[in-house]
């Protein structure tokens, strides 16, 4: 069964617009193909200014990913993201209220089959 997570991750800023879309895409195609799970959106906030100095970093690219995968195969993305220098900080879990709402979006259907 696929659960609906978001990840949202923070790139070195010291990267050029670039490499940080590059990273993105690469990020995109992990989720796709290791996790083989489903992208609903790309939510690209840019660069921000972080809540505390990260490696003496006062700004970081903020991504937020939200999409739909089984929860056997997370952990090759998160793996991604503890091997990657690039990448800042991130931080995945699970969207269980959108689970929910998707839930009730479809029984209605199922009834209007009967």
Known sequence: MERIYESMFIID???NDEERETLVERI???????VKGTIQTVNRWGLRKLAYPISHLTEGDYTVLLFKAPPTDLNKLE?????TPQI???QTF???DLEKK???????????KE
């Not at 998707?102 to 209007?112: F, G, L, M, R």
């Open 88 to 90: 800042l900080r991130w």
């Open 79 to 83: 793996e991604f993201f503890r091997v």
């Open 102 to 112: 998707s839930q009730k979006e479809e029984i209605p259907a199922e009834e209007n």
């Open 13 to 15: 800023p010291r990267l």
């Open 94 to 96: 699970r969207r269980e």
């Open 28 to 34: 995109k195609e992990i989720i796709s193909e290791r």
